[in-house]
């Protein structure tokens, strides 16, 4: 089986195996559809909000993220999510490039909520489907 590096990357980081005869054991969970996210660095400096778009197909995640519809890869087991996706273009006069990771959990209301980590800054962040 052949993977892609950033998807084996998103599936270690969330421990989620990449043996195929794991796949399809869900317990229900399915994250399509829009998502607001609410993002607060651990500083308390940098706060954002933007919004998530996510297609499910078994475990794995595809979508875009934010205002530029950066593309996102991830994955789901039982009510563990991880995506990432690559932040690049242009925003306020400066270059944009960076390797942005999410995880966190899916909790009994269906909300989201985990840790955003990418090489300026991490922090907390919660998501509601739209």
Known sequence: MRV??????????????LNPAMHGQLSGVD???????DY???????TSTPKLVLKQEADK????????????????DHNTVVFTF???GH??????????FYWGTVDASG?????MKNPKEAGNWTAARQ
């Open 4 to 17: 892609s590096l950033i998807t084996a990357g998103v599936c270690l980081l969330a421990g989620i195996s």
């Open 31 to 37: 994250l399509t559809g829009t998502w607001q996210i």
């Open 40 to 46: 607060h660095d651990d500083n308390g400096v940098s």
């Open 61 to 76: 995640l595809t979508g875009y993220f934010g205002k530029f519809n950066w593309p996102v890869i991830g994955a789901v």
């Open 86 to 88: 690559l932040a690049f």
């Open 91 to 100: 925003e306020g006069g400066r270059e944009i490039s960076d390797t942005v």
């Open 111 to 115: 909300a989201l909520h985990g840790r």
